[in-house]
């Protein structure tokens, strides 16, 4: 019996044997599929890096410098350590603002009509530079979604939002919220433990201690983002979206910190007022130390980063522009103090 055994166990192990030669033979006769293929016809490059490093999950904080692993859903919130940037355009950086909105189908009106070969109004609110100093804080990595915002709504902390209930354009879970004003916006982050970012923390956010032009660096690559067309129709599909995108849609727009649209998608209330001075420019040339806006404002609140209906110059990270009310184009995200400040709401 011992010995029918053995030769029944030898008997199947020659059997495997000789299969798994003929599989790997037959193998090497065909096409092998991968389940990276296709990826030269997706909306844009994947992060295939972070995968063949074999890099586990991240936490919910990332480091401020070096490049981080970004998950396929963005979670939680990024810390900053703060310090001294340059804030705003130089005449030079106006200029080259202006080149670009002229390749735009109204670039006509990208120059001021009055004064010609300058910048118009919304390009000149960039000026001046001026240094900035900021203290750490962390901001959210992705703009406040619908589902979010419904909690906070649900909690008795928020307004609901100004769209229709179950308007696909708008309301869908992983979309930014919009239609919400600026009062709105202050209520969720407090709800949340947090405030709006000032517009300094923003642009810092953004653009880093190098001072990027956009947020993934200084090429304009308008396959990085959701935008528009300054246009007359101002959606442009080009980039995979007419409308709204889920947050987190374009990885390899983010910072280098691992922060989402911060360009495109939806632009973002931050807490200061907007003002500018009997020249045009929005800043003074003096230097400051973690900035909380103008007291006044005749014209609203600073929105930041473009939307999904504005051009791509309108994406650059010193790009700036204001509102009133609430709209279609405008969500935001939270800012967090790593010690108290900004008591002013």
């Given at each position: 019996?011992?010995?029918?055994?053995?030769?029944?166990?030898?008997?199947?192990?020659?059997?495997?044997?000789?299969?798994?030669?003929?599989?790997?033979?037959?193998?090497?006769?065909r096409?092998?599929?991968?389940?990276?293929?296709?990826?030269?016809?997706?909306?844009?490059?994947?992060?295939?890096?972070?995968?063949?490093?074999?890099?586990?999950?991240?936490?919910?904080?990332?480091?401020?410098?070096?490049?981080?692993?970004?998950?396929?859903?963005?979670?939680?919130?990024?810390?900053?350590?703060?310090?001294?940037?340059?804030?705003?355009?130089?005449?030079r950086?106006?200029?080259?603002?202006?080149?670009?909105?002229?390749?735009?189908?109204?670039?006509?009106?990208?120059?001021?009509?009055?004064?010609?070969?300058?910048p118009?109004?919304?390009?000149?609110?960039?000026?001046?530079?001026?240094?900035?100093?900021?203290?750490?804080?962390?901001?959210?990595?992705?703009?406040?979604?619908?589902?979010?915002?419904?909690?906070?709504?649900?909690?008795?902390?928020?307004?609901?939002?100004?769209?229709?209930?179950?308007?696909?354009?708008?309301?869908?879970?992983?979309?930014?919220?919009?239609?919400?004003?600026?009062?709105?916006?202050?209520?969720?982050?407090?709800?949340?433990?947090?405030r709006?970012?000032?517009?300094?923390?923003?642009?810092f956010?953004?653009s880093?201690?190098?001072?990027?032009?956009?947020?993934?660096?200084?090429?304009?690559?308008?396959?990085?983002?959701?935008?528009g067309?300054?246009?007359?129709?101002?959606?442009?599909?080009?980039?995979?979206?007419?409308g709204?995108?889920?947050?987190?849609s374009?990885?390899?727009?983010?910072?280098?910190t691992?922060?989402?649209?911060?360009?495109?998608?939806?632009?973002?209330?931050?807490f200061?007022?907007?003002?500018?001075?009997?020249?045009?420019?929005?800043y003074?040339?003096?230097?400051?130390?973690?900035?909380?806006?103008?007291?006044?404002?005749?014209e609203?609140?600073?929105?930041?980063g473009?939307?999904?209906?504005?051009?791509?110059?309108?994406?650059?990270t010193?790009?700036?522009?204001?509102?009133?009310?609430a709209?279609?184009?405008?969500?935001?995200?939270?800012?967090?103090?790593?010690?108290?400040?900004?008591?002013?709401?």
């Amino acid at each position: 019996m011992r010995e029918a055994k053995n030769s029944f166990v030898a008997t199947a192990s020659i059997v495997a044997v000789v299969t798994l030669a003929a599989l790997a033979v037959a193998g090497c006769e065909r096409e092998v599929s991968s389940p990276l293929g296709g990826l030269t016809q997706s909306r844009y490059p994947a992060r295939i890096a972070s995968f063949e490093l074999g890099l586990g999950r991240v936490g919910n904080y990332a480091p401020a410098s070096g490049i981080v692993a970004l998950r396929p859903v963005a979670e939680g919130r990024v810390r900053l350590p703060g310090g001294h940037f340059m804030m705003g355009s130089t005449t030079r950086d106006m200029r080259a603002a202006t080149e670009m909105c002229m390749r735009e189908a109204l670039g006509s009106e990208c120059e001021d009509n009055t004064s010609p070969s300058s910048p118009a109004p919304i390009i000149r609110a960039e000026g001046h530079t001026h240094e900035v100093t900021l203290s750490p804080y962390e901001i959210d990595r992705t703009e406040v979604t619908v589902r979010a915002y419904k909690r906070c709504v649900s909690a008795g902390g928020c307004a609901p939002a100004a769209f229709s209930v179950g308007d696909a354009r708008y309301d869908m879970p992983d979309f930014p919220i919009t239609h919400v004003r600026w009062e709105d916006a202050v209520a969720y982050c407090a709800w949340a433990s947090g405030r709006l970012p000032t517009e300094a923390e923003w642009e810092f956010a953004a653009s880093g201690p190098a001072g990027r032009v956009l947020p993934w660096g200084n090429v304009e690559n308008s396959r990085l983002a959701n935008h528009g067309a300054f246009a007359v129709d101002p959606t442009d599909g080009s980039d995979g979206f007419v409308g709204l995108a889920p947050v987190g849609s374009f990885p390899d727009g983010a910072t280098s910190t691992g922060l989402y649209d911060m360009a495109g998608n939806v632009a973002e209330w931050v807490f200061d007022l907007y003002a500018r001075d009997a020249d045009g420019f929005g800043y003074s040339r003096a230097a400051e130390v973690d900035p909380a806006g103008p007291a006044f404002g005749g014209e609203g609140h600073v929105v930041r980063g473009g939307s999904y209906r504005d051009g791509m110059f309108m994406l650059r990270t010193a790009a700036r522009s204001a509102s009133v009310i609430a709209t279609r184009e405008i969500g935001f995200r939270c800012a967090y103090s790593v010690t108290a400040k900004y008591s002013r709401y």
